[in-house]
């Protein structure tokens, strides 16, 4: 389920899930997107990248989509862990390599 | 080193005291970034540095706060006369290239966590 106002959205899944954290972006000139996965009490970890010339990108079960039209970036996470337990955020980079992230979603693993 | 290193992991100032927050990067970065995060939420982009000098300094308070870069040195965070609204978790992040990509991310330090009471 979602929470909203001051809480994190959040999204619970049952072990073996597939997990699918969407996002929106604002800057319609960006042209690179990042993934981060940030566990508690730790820095942002980069998961997964994608350039604004591409629409799908596949990892090592996760996958990012990107819909340049409506601004959007997701991230699927197969065969969801306990260890996949986190915020996710995506980020997009700006002039200058600074990164603007957008809200983060805290995704819960149920074993 | 191999990892962004921050100190300390956690600050505890009163409100108007000082606070200095320090980040070495990894060995052969030539960049350094420092974003703010509030609340396990939002994080704000607050200045950049390109070795010593700074490269982006748009997301910097006009007042209270100041960074460095020095050589041989760890790179600062400076706040002046803190405020209750200074508390959040600062992380320092470190990249070979202004140019993020899969192949030179930006590596993040775990933060300070900075709480004003």
């Known amino acids: 389920g979602e929470s909203v106002g001051l809480h994190l959205p959040t999204l619970s899944v049952q072990e073996g899930d597939n997990s699918i954290i969407n996002c929106a972006y604002s800057?319609?000139?960006?042209?690179?997107f990042i993934w981060y996965k940030q566990e508690s009490g730790k820095g942002p970890q980069f998961i997964i990248d994608?350039?604004?010339?591409?629409d799908k990108r596949q990892g090592q079960r996760v996958t990012v989509l990107l819909n340049k039209t409506v601004k959007h970036l997701s991230l699927q996470i197969a065969a969801t862990q306990p260890g996949d337990s986190a915020v996710y955020f995506c980020a997009e980079t700006h002039q200058g390599g600074k990164l603007i992230f957008g809200q983060g979603t805290e995704l819960s693993v149920k074993p | 080193g191999e990892e962004v290193a921050q100190t300390p992991k956690h600050l505890v100032r009163g409100e108007g005291q000082k606070a200095k927050l320090y980040c070495a990067p990894i060995?052969?970065?030539?960049?350094v970034f420092w974003y703010q995060q509030v609340l396990k939420n939002e994080f704000k982009f607050l200045i950049s540095f390109q070795n010593e000098n700074v490269f982006d300094e748009t997301g910097m308070p006009k007042e209270r706060f100041s960074a460095k870069c020095l050589p041989n040195s760890p790179c600062s965070l400076e706040i002046q006369a803190t405020k209750l609204e200074d508390s959040a978790v600062y992380f320092c992040?470190?990249?070979?290239?202004?140019?993020?990509?899969?192949?030179?991310?930006?590596?993040f330090g775990d933060g300070t966590r900075l709480s004003i009471l």
């Open positions: 992040a470190s990249s070979q290239s202004v140019r993020v990509s899969s192949n030179q991310p930006q590596h």
């Open positions: 994608i350039r604004s010339n591409m």
């Open positions: 800057n319609s000139a960006s042209d690179y």
């Open positions: 060995k052969g970065h030539s960049y």
